[in-house]
């Protein structure tokens, strides 16, 4: 049985630094067999998929598994083809993912750094490796679903970057367009971002370089990013993000001033407007998590897993209305 979890106005002082500006009541899921923390996930008709990430234990997976809200309930489906790995990335077009990158290993090797490439069918629970991703900038990194093509890029390895990468389904192809991506430098190079897609437009900020960012900047004509409105608050690494059809909400994450600070664990929510170019902060979760998934079906937005400020790896799912 679900339960409710009514934030208190007490309860957001003494966890948040300021107040929500709505009234937000967050409901708990059944919560995930399996605790996960860098983790994946996406919607395909309806129903949410979580692949791969690592346990409770360390040990990274390459399974997948099915959440259906309906019956408030996970399913395993068992290993993929795919090799275990954390801070894989994945994007859906036409009811098919396309998933994979990702990390495994030590840092520093370049075969820790994954670039394979997959189209995954969930109604026939079918695999097919597509045109590897073109270099080993993959962990961590983020994509977009265009109206003509996929859009990756932001990816890890060795040092910072702010590639970017056109993958044309069609040709199982992919084209760099990480000359025209930034105007002037901006957005910074930058690791553990997060961004997605709203109003057929594509958005995406935070990460780290140095120290945690609140950069926010939308990809224009699939060419450059063009500057909007920061992400208000704490700067933020390792946060998720989501859309509905209005609003991305944006959660959690790690504040972190650099190898002289220590890291605050963020808990609270925030709704970006793109027709406005602006922020709300609606709601605060339970206990702050970093390294965790988010996802949208119809107007309930999903957030959950990931690691908690103790650094354990939690099974919690927490769904809100928009």
């Not at 009514?6 to 929500?20: F, G, K, M, R, S």
């Not at 923390?37 to 692949?51: E, K, M, P, S």
């Not at 027709?275 to 390294?291: C, F, H, K, M, R």
Request: proline fraction near 3%; include cysteine.
């Amino acid at each position: 049985m679900k339960k409710y979890i009514y934030i208190l106005i007490c309860a957001v002082l003494t966890a948040c630094d300021q107040e929500p500006e709505l009234d937000i009541t967050l409901h708990e899921c059944a919560a995930m067999p399996s605790p996960r923390a860098c983790a994946t996930a996406f919607v395909v008709d309806g129903q949410a998929y979580l692949f791969a990430g690592r346990d409770s234990a360390g040990t990274a997976k390459n399974d997948m598994w099915r959440y259906t809200p309906e019956t408030d309930s996970w399913e395993d489906l068992g290993a993929t083809p795919l090799l275990r790995r954390v801070n894989a990335t994945a994007c859906v077009k036409d009811d098919k993912a396309y998933i994979g990158l990702g990390f495994i290993g030590r840092y520093g090797q370049d075969s820790c750094y994954l670039h394979d490439w997959w189209e995954y069918t969930p109604a026939t629970g079918t695999w097919r490796r597509l045109a590897d991703y073109p270099n080993e900038n993959t962990d961590c990194a983020t994509s977009f679903v265009g109206n003509d093509a996929l859009y990756v890029g932001y990816g890890f390895s060795w040092q910072y970057h702010r590639d970017m990468f056109r993958y044309d389904i069609e040709s199982d192809s992919w084209d760099s367009i990480d000359v025209n991506v930034s105007y002037k430098g901006y957005p910074v190079r930058s690791f553990g971002g997060t961004g997605c897609t709203c109003q057929g437009r594509h958005f995406m900020g935070t990460g780290y370089y140095g120290s945690s960012l609140n950069w926010w900047a939308e990809l224009v004509d699939g060419t450059h990013w063009e500057k909007r409105a920061a992400v208000p608050g704490k700067t933020r690494t390792t946060a998720a993000s989501t859309a509905t059809e209005k609003y991305i909400y944006l959660s959690g994450g790690l504040h972190y001033g650099g190898v002289n600070t220590t890291g605050d664990v963020l808990q609270d929510i925030r709704r970006y407007d793109p027709t406005t170019d602006s922020w709300q902060y609606v709601a605060v979760l339970p206990e702050g998590i970093l390294n965790h998934i988010c996802f949208t079906i119809g107007k309930r937005v999903y957030i959950g897993l990931g690691e908690t400020e103790e650094w354990k790896v939690t099974n919690k799912l927490y769904y809100f209305e928009e």
